[in-house]
């Protein structure tokens, strides 16, 4: 079965994987063949397992490992004519390398999926995202370095299953960072990187025309972190201009078993979604929020979330709803437990 694997995600190194271990397409080699190869690795997967590589542009954060590689491991390479003549002035190809271009909206099939190329607004020449049809009829999208987000950039992610999109900087923490205002103004602008608002709009889109799943990438070490992380109360006044993640039980579900306090109030931005990854992955992504219990554990969320308590006068109530001749097992009893201590 087909799965979306992303190795590397930052503004130091990416690279994703689509696919199985009996073969896929890897999507940009920004680490280092080691890293790149470890990386699979990691995840079940060998090199022998990438029957391709698609470019999306080639700034060195996207294409750092390729040429070693390709020396190693020979595949097709595919991109844009300009990305593919960028790379060849650059010496980034082996001299044997097998080069594949493809245009704009054109879609090329390989044994195991078709891939369709969108352009997009970046500070590089014939930059790129990538569409992949998989044989089980899944669609995902890998969509990162953009400055805006374009008619093209619409076709070629709407209604994907999902989408890796990008999340790059807060605005606020970017203008009083310590980049130069010559950089911030490269990053701001619209061949530069998607700001965590403008992500958190199209997440909303994307989630309106059918995606189930998103990934937040190429996320900025020094111009991303949460202002309000560091707090030890934070008031609802605060908040508001963060975005507002709640998870969506269904068009039947009965709002008096809502799993978010508060979830009928009104918020400048609100983003429902139907998976607990996504929703996560949202929040660490677009520096957003989202109202629960505060029964958090590191070990299986990991450290970017964190609970800080509301400064609000309202109070949670938490139970739970056993069947009347149903007994509970004894891990069922030992969690209830767990959960007492906690909350007391």
């Known amino acids: 079965m087909s799965k979306f694997y992303s190795l590397f995600s930052s503004s130091k190194g990416n690279a994703s994987f689509i696919g199985s271990p009996a073969g896929g397409m890897l999507v940009d080699a920004g680490a280092t063949c080691r890293k790149l190869v470890q990386s699979l690795e990691a995840h079940g997967l060998s090199a022998e397992a990438v029957q391709g590589i698609c470019i999306t542009h080639t700034h060195t954060d996207h294409i750092k490992g390729l040429?070693?590689?390709?020396?190693?491991?020979?595949?097709?390479?595919?991109?844009?004519?300009e990305t593919l003549a960028q790379l060849r002035v650059l010496d980034k190809f082996p001299q044997n390398a097998d080069l594949r271009e493809i245009l704009p909206a054109e879609t090329i099939h390989t044994?195991?999926?078709?891939?369709?190329?969108?352009?997009?607004?970046?500070?590089?020449?014939?930059?790129?995202?990538?569409?992949?049809?998989?044989?089980?009829?899944?669609?995902?999208?890998?969509?990162?370095?953009?400055?805006?987000?374009?008619?093209?950039?619409?076709?070629?992610?709407?209604?994907?299953?999902?989408v890796l999109l990008e999340a790059n900087y807060d605005p606020n923490m970017l203008r009083n960072g310590p980049y130069p205002e010559m950089l911030q103004e490269r990053i701001r602008g619209k061949y530069g990187h998607l700001s965590n608002e403008?992500?958190?709009?199209?997440?909303?889109?994307l989630i309106a025309h059918g995606t189930t799943r998103?990934?937040?990438?190429?996320?900025?070490?020094?111009?991303?972190?949460?202002?309000?992380?560091?707090?030890?109360?934070?008031?609802?006044?605060?908040?508001?201009?963060?975005?507002?993640?709640?998870?969506?039980?269904?068009?039947?579900?009965?709002?008096?078993?809502?799993?978010?306090?508060?979830?009928?109030?009104?918020?400048?931005?609100?983003?429902?979604?139907?998976?607990?990854?996504?929703?996560?992955?949202?929040?660490?992504?677009?520096?957003?929020?989202?109202?629960?219990?505060?029964?958090?554990?590191?070990n299986?969320?990991?450290?970017?979330?964190?609970?800080?308590?509301?400064?609000?006068?309202?109070?949670?109530?938490?139970?739970?709803?056993?069947?009347?001749?149903?007994?509970?097992?004894?891990i069922g009893v030992a969690y209830l437990e767990c959960l007492k201590k906690y909350l007391e």
């Open 67 to 81: 040429r070693v590689f390709l020396n190693q491991h020979p595949v097709p390479v595919y991109g844009t004519a």
């Open 111 to 162: 044994d195991t999926v078709a891939v369709t190329a969108f352009a997009t607004m970046h500070d590089s020449p014939g930059s790129c995202g990538y569409r992949f049809e998989l044989s089980d009829g899944q669609t995902c999208a890998v969509c990162t370095d953009l400055g805006c987000v374009t008619p093209e950039v619409k076709k070629g992610v709407y209604g994907a299953d999902l």
């Open 198 to 205: 403008d992500s958190a709009g199209m997440a909303e889109a």
């Open 214 to 298: 998103l990934i937040l990438g190429h996320l900025s070490e020094n111009n991303n972190t949460m202002p309000l992380a560091q707090q030890t109360v934070i008031t609802n006044e605060e908040l508001e201009e963060y975005p507002y993640l709640s998870f969506e039980q269904g068009e039947h579900n009965s709002f008096y078993f809502s799993e978010e306090i508060f979830s009928a109030s009104e918020r400048k931005k609100n983003i429902r979604v139907r998976d607990r990854a996504t929703l996560f992955n949202l929040l660490i992504g677009l520096n957003g929020y989202t109202v629960c219990s505060g029964v958090i554990d590191e």
């Open 300 to 330: 299986l969320n990991g450290k970017d979330i964190i609970a800080v308590p509301l400064a609000d006068e309202s109070e949670m109530r938490i139970g739970y709803i056993t069947h009347k001749k149903g007994r509970r097992s004894s």
